[in-house]
């Protein structure tokens, strides 16, 4: 049997030829499911601010899988038992580990469902995918859960130095441009080892670790929080909220996604448990509902949501000023007041809750190495060493310091 057949190939700009093996993979691969996620930015509105971030959750996803057949091939080839189960099951569960992704990634991750994020989603789609394929990714699920018993499988998949992580951030990191956030993933892949059973970094590969976490601290900083890409996430949450308020006061508003309209107009809640109905309309969810419906209420005759949707439409953003403290209700009063008055100026006959659709306060916090949780190790002489007490630089402790950022989203015309 000629061999090119028992694979499919994978052009990708960020590893080059990725070689799949057909069978069970392969099959997830073409799933619907899973070929969803070319349909949703990585980014999310990522793209607003940096033009080329128009790469997909679905090339991330094969990125994904191909870092770990990388590190399991390495990790065999230093005597670590992997049987080809585990091998397959860890490749399965990188694959799947951000199938439950809603659209636009995370911008609308708390909008749709309440009490939720998209992890609960991914293993509640790999349990169906389970059921489908008569118990094929029962080892997979275990890892994803940490049910396994060996750890060092699940800490490929979820961890500080997970294969998620290092994908995410040479793939964001080449298609914005921003060089900084370069990482020496090849150099991370060849040092990793397994001792006592948990993943490893031997001496040599300390650099590319440090170069790894303040990439890490240097992508939030630059991409993940720009401004910019803050305040559009603010705006089209408001739209949502608009929405949403709207249909709790009875209006009839029109849809042209109607998965979309069931996850406005019902709120369901993942408390409890997340049912059949609720994976498969999400599951067929992708970007274009979201911009299908906001292109159909920039004409809508609420003035507040037409104008959201149009400014979102056409890139017409609030203004994201960063604060030195938590802002005090006095703060809060004033920019509320000038918010009304900018808004009757356009013509809206704003009150206080109208101006909580253009003006918001939030915070975010930020932790480029939780050396106390999650710690990475360095091997040192068969010693297995915290990676701040290896390095010899002090800015590792700095970097693992948790930091604060207030601020507040408002009109451009509003000036805090």
Same mark, same amino acid.
């Given at each position: ?112 469902i309440k009490n939720f994020n998209h992890e609960m989603m ?25 049910? #396994?018993?060996?750890?060092? @499988?699940?800490?490929? *998949?979820? /961890?500080?130095?997970? +294969?998620? %992580?290092?994908?995410?951030? $040479? ?48 992508? #939030?900083?630059?991409?993940? @929080?720009?401004?910019? *890409?803050? /305040?559009?996430?603010? +705006?089209? %949450?408001?739209?949502?909220? $608009? ?174």
């Amino acid at each position: 049997m000629d061999k090119s057949t028992r694979y499919k190939i994978f052009n990708d700009p960020i590893h080059g030829f990725i070689t799949v093996p057909k069978g069970i993979i392969l099959k997830l691969i073409d799933h619907p499911y899973v070929q969803r996620l070319r349909r949703i930015r990585q980014l999310g509105l990522g793209y607003l601010v940096f033009p080329a971030a128009e790469h997909s959750r679905f090339s991330h996803a094969i990125g994904a899988l191909e870092l770990g057949q990388r590190v399991l091939n390495n990790l065999r080839e230093k005597d670590t038992t992997i049987s080809a189960k585990e091998f397959e099951g860890t490749l399965i569960a990188l694959l799947l580990h951000d199938v439950g992704h809603g659209p636009l990634s995370h911008t609308l991750e708390h909008s749709l469902i309440k009490n939720f994020n998209h992890e609960m989603m991914s293993l509640s789609i790999m349990k169906e995918l389970n059921k489908q394929y008569d118990g094929a990714l029962d080892t997979a699920i275990e890892i994803f859960t940490n049910q #396994y018993p060996k750890k060092f @499988l699940y800490q490929l *998949v979820s /961890s500080q130095l997970d +294969l998620d %992580r290092l994908d995410y951030l $040479r793939r964001d990191s080449f298609f914005t441009g921003v060089s900084e956030g370069t990482v020496g993933i090849n150099r991370i892949l060849k040092t990793m080892r397994v001792f006592n059973g948990n993943i490893v970094i031997e001496k040599k590969g300390i650099y590319a670790i440090e170069n790894y976490i303040i990439a890490r601290r240097l992508m #939030y900083m630059q991409v993940y @929080l720009h401004k910019t *890409v803050l /305040s559009a996430d603010a +705006l089209i %949450r408001r739209v949502f909220k $608009r929405v949403v308020d709207l249909i709790d006061d009875g209006i009839d508003l029109e849809f042209t996604s109607e998965n979309l309209e069931y996850f406005l107009k019902e709120q369901p809640s993942a408390k409890q448990r997340i049912t059949k109905k609720t994976i498969d309309l999400y599951a067929s969810m992708d970007d274009y509902d979201i911009y299908q419906n906001i292109k159909k209420w920039q004409f809508n005759a609420d003035p507040i949501l037409s104008d959201l949707s149009f400014r979102f439409l056409n890139r017409s953003l609030f203004r994201t000023t960063f604060l030195d403290t938590a802002p005090d209700n006095d703060f809060k009063k004033s920019l509320i007041i000038k918010t009304i008055k900018a808004l009757k100026k356009k013509g809206i006959d704003a009150n206080e809750d109208y101006a909580g659709y253009y003006l918001s306060f939030e915070r975010n916090l930020t932790e480029a190495y939780k050396y106390k949780n999650e710690s990475i190790w360095i091997l040192d002489d068969e010693n297995a060493i915290e990676f701040s007490k290896a390095a010899d630089t002090k800015n590792i402790m700095a970097l693992a310091e948790p930091v604060v950022r207030y601020f507040c989203v408002h009109l451009k015309e509003v000036t805090p």
